[in-house]
Nanobody
Framework: DVQLQASGGGLVQEGGSLRLSCAAS????????IGWFRQAPGKEREGVSC????????RYADSVKGRFTISRDNAKNTVYLQMNSLKAEDTTVYYC????????????????????WGQGTLVTVSS
């Protein structure tokens, strides 16, 4: 099994930046695509971004395109989510997840496509 540890959340002013990290242990990290999700209270879990296992192709939600960048360092078993130009509506808990997604990442935004989840890290953007 893969264990995931998300970190890097915190409090930042609107327009600021944060970098989230998702560190993995167990399993074969570079075989998994890694997704970032967020979930506000009372709302469904929303796909934010995903990076494919080996080739590194990426996907983004329309709401974060141009502001967030996902990357991975397979040597460190870590995926990063660089979040720039943060908005108050980005405030929520962020989760990372690992799954054996199809090469075209067609289901990247579906929580059910992932097999392993980390605990959340809270991002608070003050306006």
């Amino acid at each position: 099994d893969v264990q995931l540890q998300a970190s890097g959340g915190g409090l930042v002013q609107e327009g600021g930046s944060l970098r989230l990290s998702c560190a993995a242990s167990g399993g074969t990290f570079d075989e998994y695509s890694i997704g970032w999700f967020r979930q506000a209270p009372g709302k469904e879990r929303e796909g934010v971004s995903c990076i494919r296992s080996s080739v590194g192709s990426t996907r983004y939600a329309d709401s974060v395109k141009g502001r967030f960048t996902i990357s991975r360092d397979n040597a460190k078993n870590t995926v990063y989510l660089q979040m720039n130009s943060l908005k108050a509506e980005d405030t929520t808990v962020y989760y990372c997840a690992a799954g054996a997604l199809s090469p075209i990442l067609s289901s990247w935004a579906s929580p059910g496509a992932y097999d392993y989840w980390g605990q959340g890290t809270l991002v608070t953007v003050s306006s």
